[in-house]
């Protein structure tokens, strides 16, 4: 049984990322489907597959390179909140990845969304991760 399932999916990303995959499978859940959404649309991922075939279903990932230097676009996947420590911040508090260049992912009463949103829409929440 996985404990942090969040630490799996961005593990899993990770480490398909650093060994150049084009794709990679991951369990699923209500809030991987979340991030891998946002994933897309702050274009980090050229495209994903959701499979419900199972209880759970499956997250089909395809990761996104840079076509002339292969470089993955996903420079670094970091996990802000654990399950020993917990991270919340206000609307105002929201963190500023790499000047504002990356995303935070943020878990509010409104859904899964970036820290550029939660601030615009005025919400706090528990900061999962950081994506640059």
């Known amino acids: 049984m996985n404990t942090d399932p969040i630490a799996d999916f961005l593990t899993r990303i990770r480490n398909a990322s650093s060994a150049k995959l084009k794709m990679v499978e991951i369990p ?26 199972d209880k759970q279903g499956t997250i089909k990932i395809a990761l996104k390179y ?5 470089v993955p676009a996903i ?22 990845v790499l000047n504002g260049l990356g995303i935070a992912i943020v878990s509010t009463s409104k859904g899964v969304i970036t820290g550029k949103q939660a601030t615009r829409e005025n919400v706090g929440g528990e900061v999962l991760a950081y994506v640059y």
């Open 75 to 96: 420079t670094k996947l970091q996990r802000a909140s654990r399950p020993g420590l917990r991270k919340y911040n206000g609307a105002n508090d929201m963190p500023r």
């Open 66 to 70: 840079n076509p002339s230097t292969k």
């Open 28 to 53: 699923g859940s209500n809030v991987k489907r979340a991030m891998t959404q946002i994933l897309f649309d702050q274009g980090y991922i050229t495209d994903f597959k959701f499979e419900d075939d």
